[in-house]
């Protein structure tokens, strides 16, 4: 059974960080494209960033120079740091793992940026 957990959420100041994990299991996941989204109330999921098989990455526009995305093909595990946070950044953010025409989705953890 695919799993994928997501852990690290919470609530920060703004300007704070935070770092998001997302441990997974039962698929291969070094094969695997892996993606952050999030979703705050009243608005669309977003792609936040995303990680190739191969390292390469990609991120939304609003996070660039913020977030970092990177994994460990060892640990089946998925990062997002994330600094200078604002507001903004508020949401529900979700691990997602994608090939071909397979996606995988984890729980969600809840970012809360507030002072």
């Known amino acids: 059974q695919e799993q994928l957990v997501e852990s690290g959420g919470g609530l920060v100041q703004p300007g704070g960080s935070l770092r998001l994990s997302c441990a997974t299991s039962?698929?291969?996941?070094?094969?695997?494209?892996m993606n952050w989204y999030r979703q705050a109330p009243g608005k669309q999921r977003e792609l936040v960033a995303s990680?190739?098989?191969?390292?390469?990455?990609n991120y939304a526009d609003s996070v660039k120079g913020r977030f970092t995305i990177s994994r460990d093909n060892t640990k089946r595990t998925v990062y997002l740091q994330m600094s200078s946070l604002k507001p903004e950044d508020t949401a529900v953010y979700h691990c997602?793992?994608?090939?071909?025409?397979?996606?995988?989705w984890g729980q969600g953890t809840q970012v809360t940026v507030s002072s």
């Open positions: 997602n793992a994608h090939f071909s025409t397979l996606d995988y």
């Open positions: 039962g698929f291969t996941f070094s094969i695997y494209a």
């Open positions: 990680i190739s098989t191969g390292g390469s990455t």
